[in-house]
């Protein structure tokens, strides 16, 4: 292939994907519209307290009776499943499987208070109370249908999230290849760390 020909793909090209300098005016304006949305239709609104509520009232209970002798154990694998879900809920909304009309902060996309509240409370719960295995991968099953099948219904009801091409059931794998993948990981280390010792 001579070189004319290569300029003349890579001008073709030119014509047909947008420049990254495009991409980012595109963004810019994005930011904008959405932050207009969110001071205007979200902020102060009884979601957005709601969403805050979530945020904080969680951690409290779960302070209470969260294991403390336990504690950099059960919190290594709270970090691993809330950076699970922060990561699948970016993934998920800027794929457009799914979308959250309101937002507590306008400028992180993903429904903070699964991602970094709810989530990471409940399973560091189910995480500290089971102590095998097989109990937990049962416990883990049930409290992620529940999760999904009551928690996230609740969710959409309110208005709060809206499926577009994701189903429920997607969720319920999520939980458990999640949770297997985490507590394996804080396992692993755990005991990597006693034989070093």
Known sequence: MNKSSVEKIGD???KDYPS????QNVREKFKNISYQHWVNDDLFTWKWWFLLFLSIFPWIVWWKIVDKRRLPEILMFGLIMATFAFLLDNIGTD???WEY???LLQMIPPLLPADLTLVPCIVMLIYQWTKTWKSFLLVNFIVSLWSVYLGETFFIWLDLYKLLEWK???SVLFYNIGGTIARWLV???FSISKKAH
């Open 168 to 170: 429920l059931i997607y």
């Open 95 to 97: 794929l457009m499987w």
């Open 12 to 14: 073709e090209m030119a």
């Open 187 to 189: 396992l692993k280390t």
């Open 20 to 23: 990254f300098q495009e991409v």
């Open 101 to 103: 009309p309101d937002k």
